[in-house]
């Protein structure tokens, strides 16, 4: 009766085999003309799956001649056991070719193949082991221990290969579709890889937003070569649907839309990089994770024109509505800008601390950046509307005889900006103005140009009023026939400061936030008479701001000329000192006046060591910080 029961337990474990081959050569079949990924190489994962599946082959095979009992005299057993451990390494053994045929074609494993097919042969490899432990044979009949370390090799395989099935079937990156959208529904609409989240509010954004995840990517066989295919879900709201695309799709996207906003139009708009360094040796999951941020940072309004749209093939109510946003993004950037940084710095032109600056009236930073300039007084006064815009600027030396106007677009303006950025390497220079984003909608909006004119001004004011930037480049370009040595000869009178400490602050709260102000009082003098003396507020973000920028400008070479310029012409040698170090940001907000007293402090050293510095006093970034304002 045992013997009957072991022979029917066989023959139905029979099954498991001759269904997997099966299986297999149906896979193969299949996929055999699919391309074949030539950059997969062999991981760790892969490495260990093999060594599991060839001793689970070689263990099998085994058995068919060592394991059966020495006594079986019947020839049914002995045929069926032999049947089955046959079928099962020839099974591990075509699972070995599965595993590396899968892995070239870049297949997904499935749970009804190869991840069932493992989960199967753990437990019946148990079972195996738990039988022969257990045999009554082994009382009369002394199984070796080699043979019964066979099983137990062929469980720990197979219990490695399923547990793989759940953690690592793969080794390449497969996402399923749910996840994503879920992911894709949570997420806020604010934009990777920028220096400032986007300020339009989520409920204008969020009908709107397309949202992109590569899911997988497959390589085929055309024309005999091998191509990949990325594979989009494209998402907007509850509408969802994939695309098929081609690294060479992704390309010609990225030269359409360069196209449509060339850099010297939209010098500030944040184009994200394409990924050209990653060429056909690179790995396939590389460039997909490199195209998944390239395509989820171009989803964004401004870039919704047609091109993106038809590359994503969004239609109907989807496609008006990306439309809208692409219309409306401009004017909404354009309304929540000047709210998005109560302190921001204007090109040099710090505004006087209120605590609710955005009531500031229009124009007031505009009028303290004029009054800020000392070699060159420069206006735009207007602008005229021809075939292009066309900007008004007048300018006049200061101390010298020597005045202009002269009309110049904003790409005459960007290209003497990108020849200045050449000079002063590798120092910075001040923030471009940007110009509006969108391309296609009202070219002529006189708000837009107005804001941007103001920019303009104050970006001229600012590069043709700092030492590290006055060159002859920049006279050359308005016009101005005064050289660079008689410009600097102009400035007959020198000018020191004086910081009376100690520093005083206090705490200021601003609708949810509170943070600390600091109150500075300078004193102008020329050579001992008093000029003047005021106060002014910064506070810690703002003296960060000042020495970011004060080191870069450091390393203009055009600074060293003016020095030398400078000791030359009061034939003395002034040294420099040595740039001051600010204090340190805290991780967490000060609390205690200790902490607050110690900051107060290294601000009031750092202030003192920058007054001591006579290329820094004359910076015009330093005279809006201190608010130095001509009378």
Request: charged share 25%.
């Amino acid at each position: 009766m045992e013997r009957i029961y072991i022979i029917v337990l066989c023959g139905i474990l029979i099954i498991i085999p001759v269904w997997f081959i099966c299986y297999s050569l149906r896979r193969c079949l299949i996929h055999w003309h699919d391309g074949i990924d030539r950059t997969q190489t062999f991981t760790k994962n892969l490495v260990v799956k093999n060594i599991c599946i060839i001793s689970s082959s070689l263990f099998n095979f085994v058995h068919v001649f060592y394991i059966i009992p020495a006594d079986i005299h019947e020839t049914d057993e002995k045929i069926v056991r032999m049947v089955l451990f046959t079928l099962l390494g020839s099974a591990w053994a075509i699972c070995l070719f599965l595993v590396n045929f899968e892995h070239r074609r870049r297949l997904r494993t499935t749970w009804y193949g190869l991840r069932s097919f493992w989960i199967l042969n753990m437990i019946l490899q148990i079972s195996f082991t738990v039988i022969i432990l257990l045999d009554p044979w082994n009382d009369s009949i002394q199984l070796k221990e080699w043979k019964i370390a066979t099983f137990v090799i062929c469980c720990c395989s197979s219990t490695i290969l399923s547990i793989y099935s759940f953690c690592k079937p793969n080794e390449f990156s497969v996402y399923s579709v749910e996840p994503l959208l879920r992911q894709n529904s949570n997420n806020l609409p604010t934009r990777k890889n920028s220096k400032k989240n986007s300020v339009l509010p989520q409920e204008d954004f969020e009908p709107q937003l397309i949202h992109t995840a590569i899911k997988e990517c497959k390589v085929k066989t055309e024309n005999n070569r091998q191509v990949v295919y990325y594979h989009i879900i494209v998402t907007i709201g509850a509408d969802t649907h994939t695309v098929r695309k081609t690294y060479q799709d992704f390309e010609t996207l990225h030269n359409n839309l360069r196209e449509k906003f060339p850099r010297y139009e939209f010098p500030n708009l944040e184009f994200p990089k394409f990924p050209i360094t990653m060429s056909g040796s690179a790995n396939i999951d590389e460039r997909k994770q490199a195209l998944d941020e390239y395509l989820s940072n171009l989803c964004f309004p401004e870039f919704m024109n047609d091109e993106l749209l038809n590359y994503l093939k969004i239609e109907g109510h989807s496609r008006t509505a990306c439309m809208e946003a692409h219309k409306r993004a401009r004017g909404e950037e354009r309304r929540h800008s000047n709210a998005s940084d109560t302190m921001k710095s204007n090109h040099g032109s710090f505004s006087a601390y209120y605590a609710n600056s955005q009531d500031l009236p229009k124009g007031e930073e505009n009028c303290d950046n004029y009054q800020l300039q000392e070699y060159i007084k420069l206006k735009i006064v207007k602008w005229v509307e021809k075939e292009h815009i066309e900007y008004v600027i007048q300018w006049k030396a200061a101390k010298l005889v020597g005045e202009g106007t002269v009309m110049k677009r904003y790409s005459e303006i960007w290209d003497f900006h990108r020849r200045l950025r050449k000079i002063v390497a590798p120092a910075g220079l001040p923030n471009f103005p940007k110009k509006n984003y969108m391309q296609t909608l009202r070219k002529r909006d006189t708000e837009t140009i107005e804001i941007r004119r103001i920019d303009l001004e104050n970006y001229l004011g600012h590069v043709l009023n700092d030492p590290a930037y006055i060159c002859q480049e920049g006279l050359d370009f308005i016009e101005c026939k005064v050289s660079i040595e008689a410009l600097w000869k102009s400035k007959n009178t020198d000018y020191s400061y004086l910081l009376y400490t100690p520093i005083i602050w206090d705490n200021e709260v601003d609708r949810d936030d509170h943070f600390i102000v600091y109150t500075l009082k300078f004193a102008k003098f020329e050579k001992t008479k008093k000029i003047k003396e005021w106060n002014v507020k910064r506070r810690y973000k703002d003296f960060d701001r000042l020495n970011t920028f004060l080191i870069k400008r450091s390393a203009s070479p055009i600074l060293g000329n003016y020095i030398n310029s400078r000791n030359s012409l009061k034939n003395v040698k002034l040294e420099e000192a040595l740039f001051p170090t600010l204090p340190g940001k805290s991780i967490a907000p000060l609390s205690s006046p200790k902490e607050i007293d110690n900051r107060k402090q290294g601000l009031e050293l750092y202030l003192e060591g920058l007054l001591g510095c006579p290329s820094i006093i004359d910076a015009f970034e330093f005279k809006a910080f201190i608010n130095d304002y001509e009378e």
